[in-house]
């Protein structure tokens, strides 16, 4: 049937079925393409009943491969409001196709993704509390937070925000950068005992904990396994962290030793960031040759995503799903998964990642953990926008390169297309807010890495 040629994009998305957003932006507020559209469009429907589940050996819970992860959700087109309606249609659509564990934080999406996802679990009305899991996490960065009460007015109200009088998984937010953190956060205060009573009262069905960081602090932590019994761990796992996560940043623990250390004690892993923040959905087209060369009929993202969910110590993969054209891609990689050959498997550690790794690029995940910026920055865009030049080979460093001019000026136009001037990195005052105060999982050096693009900008606009 032909659309009519005056029917707006918002009227036609509502004739698709996802409501009136679904190139709504992200956290960020970023519009999708038109070329994701196009790609919904063209989607092949995924299965329903064919999902493929986890068993946690601690509980029995069987635990669907995609965990949807609530960390950038949709916001109504040209507001900073998210949109209830359409998340409300995509958990909808994602249960109906076997998702049932649901990932968030105080902390995500300004402080509003439990509430987000409490009112839209609660619309599942048919569904039975112990058919979905919840996981949240105890995300006590700021100092009003460490304190007793303040850490116990966080859990609690994120039971509140969630609609739920138990959660099923329960998370010590963000644990690696050092062990007088983790007992300045956790343990001098009480709050590791408090945790442990709540598990035992069934409040807390599993506890673990998230970790970025450093192998010593990995180590320790898990060395009080006898005494906290630490049910489920989530850890970052993907094709280039597998192996390279210390040579994508400095400090960081290849993938491969948290996975065999985890599944060395028998602890389930979940696993954040299969696409690397985006940057393994978007990938140079010597790769996506590669990789269109073993399967020309999967997406690229989708070899992500079975990386991730092959090895069998891994519960659920987490993905944080704006755009409804992503969630059908995860599905369809997940309903049922094919787990790679090891052919594939030793292609992607070896030869491909290698040749990523060769980039050098800002290892950003647009995790929105440094935002909001005091200043307005919009550091994670600033960040994707320099990567996605680089890896595309157009980022114009060389005066001499034939394509220099050509190059200089894309950068320049399709940086003020994205980022609006006031919010680019020559407004950074350096005031260490980002890293002070927040906290950047990849532990990017922020104030120094826009210094530098700045810098790099300013040099462009001279010649």
Known sequence: MKQNKNLDRRSFLKLLGVGGAAAVAACAGKKSSDASVDNYKNQVEPPTGQMTYRTNPNTGDQVSLLGYGMMRLPMKEGTEEFDQELINHQIDYAIEHGVNYFDTSPVYCRGESERCTGIALKAQSRLPRDKYFVATKLSNFS????????????????????????????????????????YKRYVDNGIMDFLVEERKAGRIRNLGFSFHGRQEVFDEVLTLQDKYHWDFVQIELNWLDWNYANEINDGNVDASYLYAELHRLGIPAVIMEPLLGGRLAKVPQYVVSELKQMNPEKSIASWAFRYA??????????????????????????????????????????????????????????????????????????????????????????????????????????????????????????????????HCPQQIRIPEELDRISRFIEELKRS
Do not use: W
Not at 148 to 154: D, L, R, V, Y
Not at 364 to 372: H, T
Not at 389 to 411: H, S, V
């Open 143 to 182: 100092p009003d937070s460490q304190t007793p009460e303040g850490a116990k007015k966080m859990y609690y109200e994120s039971m509140k925000e969630l609609q739920v009088d138990y959660i099923d998984y329960y998370l010590l937010h963000a644990i690696g950068g050092s062990m007088e953190e983790f």
């Open 309 to 438: 969910g092959t090895p069998e110590g891994v519960l659920t993969v987490l993905s944080g799903m704006t755009f409804t054209e992503h969630l059908k891609d995860n599905l369809l990689s997940y309903c049922p998964l094919v787990p790679l050959t090891k052919e594939e498997q030793e292609k992607l550690d070896t030869k491909i990642a290698h040749q990523m790794m060769e980039e050098e690029t800002i290892p950003c995940n647009a995790c929105q953990y440094c935002m909001p910026c005091p200043y307005g920055i919009d550091i994670p865009t600033i960040f994707t926008h320099y990567n996605k030049m680089k890896i595309e080979g157009r980022l114009p460093l060389d005066a001499g390169d034939p394509q220099y001019r050509e190059n200089r000026r894309r950068y320049l136009i399709s940086l003020d297309r994205e980022v609006e001037r006031e919010r680019q990195p020559d407004h950074c005052i350096k005031c260490g807010r980002c890293i002070h105060e927040k």
